[in-house]
């Protein structure tokens, strides 16, 4: 009759309760999509367009700015990187325009290869949304628009810093991680001060448009993007 391994038992323990941690990470992921998808049956969803290897999906009637202001987005990326290499990072990623589900510019859903954009805010500029989200305390006035410009497109600019949520997720199996160690001040935007994980979201939308973050967070962000890029590849 032995005593049990502590040790052992706490550390089976420990990723057990992980493992269940993020089943319902995956779950309340799901259950967004399905809520998409309770508002827009199949034959609502529209597939607008296919490029990097990523799905681009309006719910309800398309709208033809949209798509000019996604593909604005993949160029700014390509143009940064390399197409490939973006290809390999992003792809399966299915991006949904949608009214009435996702709050704010819109939110990733990395566990389940998904983004939902706000179809109400798109072609939004830099300023207008800076004027909206600084009201609600959500973000600060200049962050972006003394930067990117005020009249740069929020949505198309935002639907990169999603993209960075996704990155993050397929470099570490989860958000807020990357950056945890990283002074937070040194973040390029208030926004991204007040959470590690967005934090690298804003950082790699910094990044992305050639406007300079610190090393550190350069660093990170080119050794994910390699890293998933080549992990995509080998799935193949
Ligand atoms: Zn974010």
Known sequence: MGLPNSDQNNS??????RTSQEQSLVDNEQAKLNSLFGAYPENERHLIFTQDGMEFIACGKPNPDHQSI???????MEQRFEKDVITQAFKGVKIYLANGIASGGGEALPRVDTIILNA?????????????ASEAGMYRVGDQSDVFGADADASEVGFVHELGHILEFRAHL???VG?????????PTWYGQQKPREDYAESWMFMVYGHSIDQDRE???QADLKKVAAANVSRL
């Open 70 to 76: 996604l593909i604005a987005g993949i160029t700014a």
């Open 12 to 17: 089976e323990l420990e990723t057990n309760m």
């Open 174 to 176: 989860d958000m807020g």
């Open 179 to 187: 950056f945890q160690t990283l002074d937070s001040l040194k973040s």
């Open 219 to 221: 660093a990170i962000l």
């Open 120 to 132: 109400e805010n798109m072609g939004m500029n830099v300023a207008q949304m800076e004027a909206i």
